[in-house]
């Protein structure tokens, strides 16, 4: 929709030396009115994420339905299973035993709820993923190892190339770089 | 003593006021109980042995959380530190002992085994004799209040010395008393519980029964605590302190004592349930029938499944209000659990008027003791700033 | 704080130690990984060990296939003996991972940080090993897929009143969500890897693995929601594997299986044999690798602290088991506690309350607690005892249950040692390429540790209190 920012301009990123500077860089973003935003870090910071306004509580009722899922999921199978479709009498217990039924139905309501954990997250974070163009931003793979980043995206309403960049270095990074798609293909 | 006790933390909470009332309360009840015990004295008995189950619960929760407390000291323990020096403090140790006095009394009203012809037609009981005998019995609830009491005891002073002197060296003394002291206290609770509920159908036992009782009196101290300190949130001392944190630890206590009830009684019940065997399940067979197992099915719900789901949510633990309502909640089933526990084998028929004048009778009393003892002492450690630290972070 | 430290001192390492920096973490922890020089010659000792005792299991399982069970040393009475003992063995000691990484994450103990990988792979491993006796012990292990009810042509299900049965979920459960748990814990850190390498077939490898982790806020915050929940999820799992194994003996009607205490106390026995475990691995690795800044004394004073505490449990459970055979005033429950004390067997009883019972009381002492030669020879004995256990449980509360008539005795075989040795082997092997091929330490939560102790350095000092080791940065 920006087209005259052309269609490779992913965004503009500014890498920092420590995390403290990386969240002050972030409030003043926050600040700044853009909304499109993301920061790179090599490890979970509750403070970037108060910064830049991140909230995302869908995960959880994802993992509470996957739970719920297999908690019916596993009691009827059982019920339907030594019941309905199979009916046998084991030592005079009801069809229907349900306090022996119970370990089977914990366990299946964990491996739903687990899975959703599991598999919600990485279709929520769109992983896997394997090329990002921030990959081939200079000096990128210190995100995973030392370095913090802050990442303004294109499609962010206010901005402007030019602007943008500016703010972004006179927040005192170590570097500003454009992010770009690298590949042929795009 | 006299320079700490002019302390401002009880001008707002108050918690002294409930003295007074309680104490009339505690009188009426006893006295219907007395005037009870002339009409029926088994009824009467049976009622006050589950009074006394209940609230010597809460007794024995307050000292066991205490003892832990000085074992690991967490920070969350800080909060409550001061009510479960109270609640499970020496007096009310010892009240609660002396309050066992109509059941020592009357031993052969409840305990069939303490009646010599039973003993003399009942080969099991005779085995059994050694341990289940009138004196033993006694002898091993006097020293067992004894025991809790004089611990409680110096562990208390050590914590209203330290608040005074802020000598370190009390927080390794009271280390060194209280690890050891975790260990008998678990031994003799499940001796303890062995003899004054186990007992009452002595065929009957289960290994799990003490750890069982433990867990329960964990979830009605927990649910104790949280009430008084989610509804005087606004009272200094608890304001400064009371956070979304704080409250979060203290629902997370709550649902973490849920749910292992919910594992040990269930536990019990499948292993009992599966292999039916007859001098394993008499204890499930008097509480199958009629309402007695439509109350079992209630305590399931209300004891498990509804605070897990209310405490499983964040919201819940982050409105006192709501963590208010969910605690009392605790704080009633639990009665109802202790009641479906110790009732049936003793009267099958159900529920009797005595049954509430006990409770009210034994709870007034404690309640009478419990703000007798509290104020005292300010209602958090001194020499410890860790809560308030963190308040202003 | 001020006024405890004070006290504390004296006891009271930090939990992290050295001139630390993030990027000093990720060199010290990640270069381990990438060359071989960072790996003493006794790695290929140990690398040997498996090699040589991999074919053994391998071996054993093919001959048993071919064979039968037959060749193991139960038959009537004692139809359960070395093959469950040592699944109950491999499935405990894997119980510990899950605690650490679980438990201890909910109770915010930061002193986890620095062994939960470790201890994680251990439980995948034994888990693995654990699972073989079981699949094997069917007897007809080809189709064990039976126990899955999946519809099929037989119109054959599970029959899901039996503890069998429940074992089969709780331990495909236990293993699912513990791969997923470890793997979610390790993609940031192949990430890393990803990043530390220069190009080759191993950062083809490790990016794969990574699956184009690239750190973004948004994700981590995601990451840290779900992350939470599965150790949320976990923590009630671990409890229930080892309280369905439990349950494998409770529900039958044998004196000496139908306990109803069984299933807390089997798993504080996991609890404690775990750990045990986990230390005999983490000592001499923190030596060859030079980890002690990481897993610093008071680790092990911690994991000693948990060892004692589950032990006692563990001893409660023996006391208990005692006290009720004999005021049951069952004849069976009678005997059965005069055969533990006077049978054929009696040595492995007496045994058993010598290493869980009295060995582990000298970690009362602190001074004890810190003396590694003594935490490293307390683990073994623990180890063994925990063995011990089980033997004492099933074997020998096989062996003469009603009928004297039916007595027999169990004498292990050939193929029992050999397949335990074999299974010892393989979890040695998969440990140590463990150690070679992936980061044995949580390099971003070792990061994210520091990141927390410079918030507050004073938590670096830390306490002994279970909440000192709050999250700072909120």
């Known amino acids: 929709m920006e087209a005259k920012k052309g269609p490779y301009l992913y965004g503009l990123i500014a890498e920092f030396n420590n995390e403290h500077e990386v969240v002050e860089a972030a409030k003043k973003v926050k600040s700044a009115g853009y909304t499109k935003t993301d920061a790179f870090s090599p490890f979970p910071m509750h403070a970037i994420d108060h910064a830049l306004g991140i909230w995302d509580p869908r995960i959880k009722w994802f993992i509470f339905c996957g739970g719920l899922f297999g908690c019916i999921f596993g009691f009827s199978m059982q019920s339907y299973i030594s019941a309905i479709d199979y009916p046998l009498n084991v030592g005079g217990r009801p069809m229907i035993s349900w306090p022996q039924f119970i370990p089977v139905t914990f366990e299946c309501t964990i491996l739903g709820a687990a899975l959703t954990?599991?598999?919600?997250?990485?279709?929520?974070?769109?992983?896997?993923?394997?090329?990002?163009?921030?990959?081939?931003?200079?000096?990128?793979?210190?995100?995973?190892?030392?370095?913090?980043?802050?990442?303004?995206?294109?499609?962010?309403?206010?901005?402007?190339?030019?602007?943008?960049?500016?703010?972004?270095?006179?927040?005192?990074?170590?570097?500003?770089?454009?992010?770009e798609d690298m590949r042929d293909d795009h | 003593m006299a320079g700490i006790m002019k302390n401002t933390d009880h001008i707002e909470t108050r918690l002294d006021a409930v003295r007074m009332p309680a104490l009339m309360l505690g009188l009426v009840g006893l006295g219907a109980c007395a005037y009870s015990y002339s009409l029926d004295p088994k009824n009467m008995l049976a009622s006050y042995l589950y009074a006394l189950m209940v609230w010597v619960s809460l007794t024995l929760g307050c000292f066991g959380i205490s003892l832990l407390h000085h074992v690991v000291r967490g920070k969350w323990g800080l909060s409550l530190l001061r009510l479960v020096e109270a609640g499970g403090g020496h007096l009310n140790l010892l009240t609660m002992g002396a309050l066992f006095t109509p059941i020592l009394l009357n031993m052969q009203t409840l305990y069939k085994w303490a009646i010599p012809e039973v003993l003399a037609h009942d080969h099991v009981l005779q085995h059994k004799a050694i341990y289940l005998n009138v004196p033993f019995f006694v002898g091993r609830t006097v020293f067992f209040f004894l025991s809790w009491a004089f611990v409680a005891w110096v562990l208390r002073r050590s914590t209203l010395r330290q608040d005074e002197t802020n000598n370190d060296a009390e927080y390794a003394w009271r280390t060194n008393i209280a690890t050891p002291t975790l260990v008998y206290f678990v031994l003799s609770i499940t001796s303890a519980i062995t003899d004054w509920v186990m007992s009452l159908d002595a065929h009957w036992f289960s290994t799990m029964y003490g750890v069982w009782f433990i867990v329960g009196q964990g979830l009605i101290t927990m649910a104790f605590c949280t009430y008084i300190i989610c509804s005087k949130r606004d009272c200094s001392p608890y304001k400064d302190f009371v956070n979304p944190d704080l409250t979060k630890d203290l629902g997370n206590f709550m649902f973490m004592f849920t749910m292992l009830w919910g594992y040990t009684s269930l536990s019990q019940y499948l292993i009992i349930?599966?292999?039916?065997?007859?001098?394993?399940?008499?204890?499930?067979?008097?509480?199958?029938?009629?309402?007695?197992?439509?109350?079992?099915?209630?305590?399931?719900?209300?004891?498990?499944?509804?605070?897990?789901?209310?405490?499983?949510?964040?919201?819940?633990?982050?409105?006192?209000?709501?963590?208010?309502?969910?605690?009392g909640w605790i704080f009633f089933v639990r009665l109802l659990d202790l009641y479906w526990n110790v009732i049936p084998t003793i009267r099958s028929s159900g529920f009797h008027w005595t049954d509430i004048a006990a409770v009210v009778g034994i709870g007034g009393v404690w309640f009478f003791v419990f703000g007798t003892e509290v104020v005292k002492a300010r209602l958090t450690p001194q020499y410890d700033k860790r809560l308030t630290e963190v308040a202003h972070h | 704080m001020a006024t405890e430290t004070k006290y504390e001192e004296k006891y009271n390492e930090p939990i992290l130690t050295g001139n630390q920096s993030h990027e000093v973490i990720t060199d010290r922890i990640g270069s381990i990984v990438l060359s071989q020089e960072k790996h003493p010659n006794i790695w290929w000792g140990f690398i040997a060990f498996g090699v040589m005792f991999t074919p053994v299991l391998v071996f054993s399982i093919a001959y048993l296939v071919y064979k039968g069970i037959g060749i193991w040393g139960n038959n009537q009475p004692v139809a359960w003996a070395c093959d469950i003992i040592n699944f109950v063995w491999w499935i405990g000691i894997g119980h510990a991972g899950t605690l650490i990484s679980a438990i201890l994450l909910l109770f915010r103990q930061q002193w986890r940080n620095s062994i939960n990988r470790f201890a994680e792979a251990m439980t995948i491993f034994a888990v693995m090993c654990a699972g073989l006796y079981p699949l094997l012990h069917t007897g007809r292990p080809w189709v064990d897929y039976w126990i899955f009810p999946y519809p099929n042509i037989l119109g054959m299900w599970p029959q899901f009143r039996s503890p069998l049965v429940w074992d089969v979920f709780a331990i495909s459960t236990y293993f699912t969500v513990s791969l997923l748990f470890w793997y979610i814990g390790l993609i940031p850190d192949f990430a890393t890897m990803r990043d530390k390498t220069k190009g080759g077939v191993a950062q083809k490898i490790y990016g794969v693995l990574a699956m184009g982790w690239r750190g973004s806020a948004r994700h981590w915050h995601r990451y840290e929601a779900s992350y939470l929940i599965l150790a949320g999820l976990s923590t009630p799992l671990v409890l229930s594997v080892h309280s369905i194994v439990s349950l494998d003996f409770a529900v039958s009607i044998l004196p000496g299986w139908n306990v109803t205490v069984f299933p807390p106390y089997f798993v504080a026995g996991a609890v404690f044999a775990g750990f045990a475990m986990v230390l005999l691995f983490m000592i001499p690795i923190r030596k060859w690798y030079h980890l002690e800044d990481y897993v610093t004394i008071r680790h092990i004073d911690w994991m000693s602290k948990v060892m004692l505490t589950t032990g006692l449990i563990v001893f409660y459970g023996y006391i208990l088991e005692m006290f009720y055979c004999w005021y049951s005033g069952n004849i069976y429950e009678i005997y059965l506690c005069i055969n533990r004390l006077s049978g054929p067997y009696a040595l492995s009883y007496y045994a058993l309350i010598f290493c869980n019972g009295i060995a582990?009381?000298?970690?009362?002492?602190?001074?004890?607690?810190?003396?590694?030669?003594?935490?490293?020879?307390?683990?073994?004995?623990?180890?063994?005892?925990?063995?011990?256990?089980?033997?004492?449980?099933?074997?020998?509360?096989?062996?003469?249950?009603?009928?004297?008539?039916?007595?027999?005795?169990?004498?292990?075989?050939?193929?029992?040692?050999?397949?335990?040795?074999?299974?010892?082997?393989?979890?040695?092997?998969?440990?140590?390429?463990?150690?070679?091929?992936?980061?044995?330490?949580?390099?971003?939560?070792?990061?994210?540790?520091?990141?927390?102790?410079?918030?507050?350095?004073?938590?670096?000092?830390?306490?002994?209190?279970?909440?000192?080791?709050?999250?700072?940065?909120?």
């Not at chain 3, 040695?428 to 102790?453: A, C, G, S």
């Open chain 1, 117 to 179: 954990a599991v598999f919600g997250m990485m279709a929520l974070n769109g992983l896997p993923q394997l090329y990002h163009p921030v990959f081939s931003v200079p000096g990128f793979e210190r995100a995973s190892q030392d370095k913090f980043f802050l990442y303004i995206e294109s499609k962010d309403p206010k901005f402007q190339l030019e602007a943008t960049k500016k703010l972004l270095e006179e927040l005192g990074p170590n570097a500003v770089s454009i992010v």
């Open chain 2, 273 to 327: 349930w599966s292999g039916n065997l007859p001098e394993f399940i008499s204890y499930y067979v008097d509480r199958a029938e009629g309402y007695w197992n439509v109350m079992g099915a209630f305590n399931i719900v209300s004891q498990f499944f509804i605070p897990f789901i209310l405490l499983l949510a964040p919201r819940t633990k982050a409105l006192p209000n709501m963590l208010i309502k969910v605690a």
């Open chain 3, 360 to 474: 582990p009381q000298i970690l009362w002492s602190p001074k004890m607690r810190r003396n590694i030669p003594v935490v490293f020879t307390v683990a073994i004995i623990i180890s063994i005892g925990m063995w011990l256990e089980r033997f004492v449980i099933i074997p020998v509360s096989l062996h003469r249950d009603f009928l004297p008539s039916s007595w027999g005795m169990y004498y292990p075989t050939f193929w029992d040692y050999s397949m335990f040795l074999g299974t010892m082997g393989f979890f040695t092997l998969l440990m140590f390429l463990f150690i070679r091929f992936v980061p044995m330490l949580n390099i971003f939560e070792m990061r994210d540790l520091l990141y927390k102790l410079n918030i507050d350095p004073s938590k670096g000092a830390g306490h002994t209190n279970v909440e000192s080791s709050k999250k700072g940065g909120n």
